[in-house]
Nanobody, 117 residues
């Protein structure tokens, strides 16, 4: 079993920054993808960013140039540095760990990010 614990959400003004962290624990195989989804009220959950254990990253277009995903494989932890935040970034952010197609996926409980003046 794998557990994911997120931290770092909160309230920030437009243009501000936040850093999300997600630590995975339990029985973790080294080859995996970790990252973040988000879901705003009334909208579908969308993939924000992902990073493989080898360091390959992908981002949704709306956050490119503003968000940076990174990971520490030794700590099984993934980070999301969010800069130049906009009100439309307001959402619940969920960490995930995936073993790919046919494999299991694990989710964190979610952390709220609110961007408002």
């Amino acid at each position: 079993q794998v557990q994911l614990v997120e931290s770092g959400g909160g309230l920030v003004q437009p243009g501000g920054s936040l850093r999300l962290s997600c630590a995975a624990s339990g029985s973790i195989f080294s080859m995996n993808t970790m990252g973040w989804y988000r879901q705003a009220p009334g909208k579908q959950r969308e993939l924000v960013a992902g990073i493989t254990s080898g360091g390959t990253t992908n981002y949704v277009d709306s956050v490119k140039g503003r968000f940076t995903i990174s990971r520490d494989n030794a700590k099984n932890t993934v980070y999301l540095q969010m800069n130049s935040l906009k009100p439309e970034d307001t959402a619940a952010y969920y960490c995930f760990l995936s073993y790919g197609v046919g494999g299991r996926n694990y989710w964190g409980q979610g952390t709220q990010v609110t961007v408002s003046s």
